[in-house]
């Protein structure tokens, strides 16, 4: 999810059929508008379901921050949750609906507001009529008066399938402004979380809840290409990243997220054309992998070789790119402009990495794990180790999972 810049994602409602000549059309009408596509269409039937929402509980007395940015929600923003719902009816057959298909269709209509309700989804109306429809209204009538009835925008009608395209251009400009709508609010939303703090927030959840909102409110901006106000709230990630000590931010799950957080942030500098901002995000990054601590029994010291490696590889991918496309925006004097300097670079950390597997195989430095604990199973948070299966078995579990994580990289570096 974070490779790429994220689209805004919308939903195709029942009426399957439509679906793949209808994105196609709404694609085709973005490209003549902007020049580019700018949504990501999913398929669903009548009898979608969408993720409850499970707002609220960081609000209540007792809650515990478990880590700063849950994959889930990455996995959900992208690929599960749309901003709009088009909810599709296919009448192209008949000139004339039974009133048990009018009962059915308002069904299918309400069943999709009830899914949209909790998360504030927009829903937008699309039929097909068939082509020697007199009057649309009449047509129209049982789901506009469920659809109007409840703050619904208009319904877009199309005369048989040679209207698609005629109507794709108005259904493409609804659905752009009511999905730049859902993300500006979803913005709104992580801006008020926990300000002011609750009482029964902890200094170090309160700096762990910044980070989140922040990076959430910067992943939200992208989804609207809103590039300034998501690096401004990327960079008030990252540096309040830096500034967590260990005991208030897990190394490795920090270490993971500055370099998705830099990842992200190399796009958009990149993407603006600011190819010396980019460079000097690299160094600064580059320079913060290098001074990160090793834990108390070296059982982090490969995490920054590791880091260092991928960041360096990453960058040089995205400079290629840059470099095939605009090659005048690339500075041939600037060493750290060019991608063979930042693959050279992810080579030797890769190699450090390699000996320092060597070292902890050979010399016994590194603290044999206990064995306690059970299996390994992942862990819901981004960037953090995996878990103990039954942690209360172990003395430390943290320190436990460190270990093993880190005897499996001096095995297979």
């Given amino acids: 999810e974070l490779r790429t810049p994220p689209q805004l994602l919308v939903g195709l409602v029942g009426a399957t059929q439509l679906h793949p000549q209808l994105t196609e059309v709404l694609h085709a009408s973005a490209v003549d508008t902007i020049g580019s596509t700018r949504c990501r269409y999913l398929s669903f039937s009548y009898d979608m379901r969408i993720p409850p929402c499970n707002r609220g509980g960081k609000d209540a007395d007792g809650y515990v921050m478990g ?42 209509l309400q069943h999709a507001q009830r899914q949209a309700r909790d998360r504030e989804i927009r829903v937008l109306v699309f039929a097909v009529v068939h ?77 762990l809840m910044q980070v989140r909102a922040q990076f959430k409110v910067a992943f939200l901006c992208e989804f609207r290409r809103d590039a300034r106000s998501a690096l401004l ?10 500034a967590a000590t260990g005991d208030t931010a897990d190394l490795p799950e920090q270490l993971a997220l500055c370099c998705c957080i830099s990842l992200r942030m190399y796009q958009r500098y990149l993407h603006s054309l600011d190819m010396k901002a980019a460079v000097h995000h690299c160094r600064v990054q580059a320079m913060n992998l290098r001074h990160r601590g090793e834990g108390p029994h070296g059982e982090y010291a490969w995490l920054k070789w590791h880091w260092l490696a991928l960041n360096h590889k990453c960058f040089a991918e995205l400079l290629e790119n840059v470099a095939q496309q605009m090659p005048k925006l690339v500075n041939a004097a600037d060493l750290w402009q060019l991608p063979g300097f930042h693959y050279q670079r992810a080579a030797t950390y890769a190699a450090r990495l390699r000996s320092w597997a060597h070292g902890a195989a050979v010399s016994g430095k590194l603290r044999a794990a206990s064995g306690l604990g059970g299996d390994l199973v992942p862990g819901p948070f981004l960037g953090q180790l995996d878990r103990l299966e039954r942690p209360e078995e172990a003395e430390d579990p943290a320190l436990e999972v460190a270990l093993r994580a880190a005897r499996a990289v001096a095995a297979d570096p």
């Avoid at 992208?78 to 609906?97: G, T, Y």
């Fill in 67 to 108: 880590g700063i940015l849950k994959r889930r929600w990455l996995e959900k923003a992208c690929n599960i949750v749309p901003s709009v719902l088009i909810v599709c009816f296919d009448w192209s057959e008949d000139l004339l609906l039974s009133a048990p298909e009018k009962t059915q269709a308002v069904s299918h």
């Fill in 131 to 207: 082509q020697d429809t007199a009057d649309l209204e009449i047509a129209c009538a049982p789901l506009r008066q469920q659809f109007e009835g409840t703050a619904g925008g208009p319904i877009i009608c199309a005369k048989g399938m040679a209207g698609l395209h005629g109507s794709a251009q108005k259904l493409e400009r609804l659905v752009f402004q009511n999905a730049v709508s859902f993300y500006a609010d979803e913005e709104k939303r992580q801006k008020r979380i926990w300000k002011p703090p609750p009482p029964h927030a902890s200094p170090k959840a309160y700096a």
């Fill in 233 to 242: 709230s990327y960079i008030k990630a990252y540096e309040m990243l830096m």
